[in-house]
C-alpha cells in the first residue's frame, strides 16, 4: 500500500523525522540544510520560513496573525541572529470575514514593531470555498548573525548545562482548552511572544552559547532529543526543576497527555557552558519573557543521541522523540 500523509506528520515528532529524511532531505541535500537548525545560516545572514495553519485562529493570548510573526523572528533569534525582514503570504477561504483579518494583520504589525522587524513583502492568494479553512499564512524572515556568535550542535559537550525560559506547554493547554471547552484560569494562556531581545541580552552575556532552540512542536521532549541526536551526547534533565504551571499539569492529567510534549511558542532551550550557566540564567530572568527561567538539567558523556529525567522518586526513565501527532494544528 502507498503510504498517505497524516496530521501526526506535521507533529515534529517520529513521523515527521521520518518524512524529512526519507523525503525531503535526500532530495534536497546540502550542507546547510543538512544542519537541521529552526533556520539557515548563509554566511552573517539568516533565513527561516514556516506555515501557520492553527485552529481556532484565535486564542487566549494570541491568534494565528501573532503567531507567525513570533514564531519567525524566534526561528532566527535562536540562529545567533538579529532578525531584521519578515515577508507575509497569506492563503484566504473564500467568505473569510473582512473585520476577522483586519484583527489578524493589526497583531502581526503589533508583534512586528516589538520584535523591531520590518514587514518588507508577501502575497495574497484566494481559493474557493471548502479549498482552505480559513486563513493560512506563510512567513519568511531575515536577519544578520551577531559578531562572535556561532550557534551549533558541534559546540556542545559534556558538562554543560540546560536552560529553559519558562513554564512548558502553556499554549498547546490553551488550544487544548478551547478544543475540549475545558475553563482555565485567566493566567493559562498562550505564550506565544517574540523573544529575540531577550535572547540578544543572553548571547551579550555569554557569546559561547553552544546551542538555542526554539520549543515548539512536540515541546522540550522532541527539541532535546534533536540536540542530543545532532551533537551525539546524552542529556538528563531533572522532573523536580522542569517549571510546569499546576493547571497545565490538570490539564495533561485529564487528557492524558505528557507536558514535556507539549508545543510552547514563547519558550528557548538553551545549551550553555556550565561556568556562565547562573550568568545567563540572570539575564534570562531580567527579561519579561525569562522570569520562570531555569536550569533543568545538564549534557552528559554516556547515552549518546538518549534523553533522561530524573524523576521525583530518583529513578530516571528515558523520554523519547514524541511518537505523533498529540495535538494537530497547534502552529
Known amino acids: 500500500m502507498n503510504e498517505k500523509i ?22 534536497f541535500d546540502n550542507e546547510i540544510l543538512n544542519e537541521l537548525h ?17 485552529r481556532p485562529i484565535f486564542f487566549r493570548g494570541g491568534d494565528i496573525g501573532k503567531l507567525s510573526i ?25 467568505g473569510f470575514d473582512f473585520d476577522e483579518l483586519k484583527k489578524i494583520v493589526g497583531s502581526m504589525a503589533s508583534a512586528a514593531q516589538e520584535a523591531g522587524v520590518k514587514i518588507v513583502t508577501g502575497d495574497t492568494k484566494v481559493v474557493g470555498r471548502g479549498q482552505a479553512d480559513g486563513i493560512f499564512i506563510n512567513t519568511a524572515g531575515v536577519g544578520e548573525i551577531i559578531d ?17 525560559s519558562g513554564t512548558v506547554g502553556d499554549h498547546a493547554t490553551t488550544i487544548l482548552a478551547e478544543r475540549h471547552g475545558l475553563e482555565l484560569p485567566e493566567n493559562i494562556k498562550s505564550d506565544c511572544a517574540p523573544l529575540n531581545k531577550m535572547i540578544f541580552e543572553m548571547l551579550s552575556a555569554e557569546k559561547n552559547i553552544a546551542m538555542l532552540r526554539d520549543a515548539t512542536r512536540g515541546g522540550i521532549a522532541a527539541v532535546l532529543n534533536e540536540i542530543a541526536q545532532a551533537a551525539g551526547v546524552g542529556i538528563l534533565i531533572d522532573e523536580e526543576k522542569i517549571p510546569i504551571r499546576e493547571e497545565v499539569r490538570g490539564v495533561c492529567d485529564i487528557l492524558g497527555f505528557d507536558a514535556l510534549e507539549l508545543a510552547n511558542e514563547g519558550k ?48 530516571i526513565r528515558v523520554v523519547d522523540m514524541p511518537a505523533g501527532e498529540l495535538v494537530p494544528r497547534i502552529c
Open 38 to 54: 529552526d533556520g539557515a545560516k548563509i554566511g552573517r545572514l539568516a533565513m527561516t520560513t514556516d506555515n501557520y495553519v492553527v
Open 148 to 164: 562572535g556568535v556561532d550557534i551549533s550542535a558541534k559546540k556542545i559537550c559534556a558538562g554543560m548545562k540546560v536552560l529553559i
Open 268 to 315: 528557548i532551550i538553551a545549551v550553555v557552558p556550565a561556568e556562565s550557566a547562573e550568568k545567563v540564567l540572570a539575564v534570562m530572568k531580567k527579561n519579561i519573557y525569562g522570569i520562570n527561567a531555569a536550569i533543568i538539567g545538564e549534557v552528559v558523556k554516556n547515552s549518546a543521541g538518549k534523553v533522561g529525567l530524573k524523576t521525583s522518586l530518583g529513578a
Open 70 to 94: 513570533c514564531g519567525t523572528v524566534n526561528d532566527l533569534a535562536v540562529t545567533g541572529a538579529v532578525p531584521k525582514y519578515i515577508s507575509v503570504g497569506f492563503i484566504l477561504e473564500e
Open 6 to 27: 497524516l496530521l501526526a506528520h506535521g507533529a515534529g515528532g517520529k513521523l515527521s523525522e521520518k518524512l524529512l529524511h526519507e523525503i525531503i532531505l535526500p532530495a
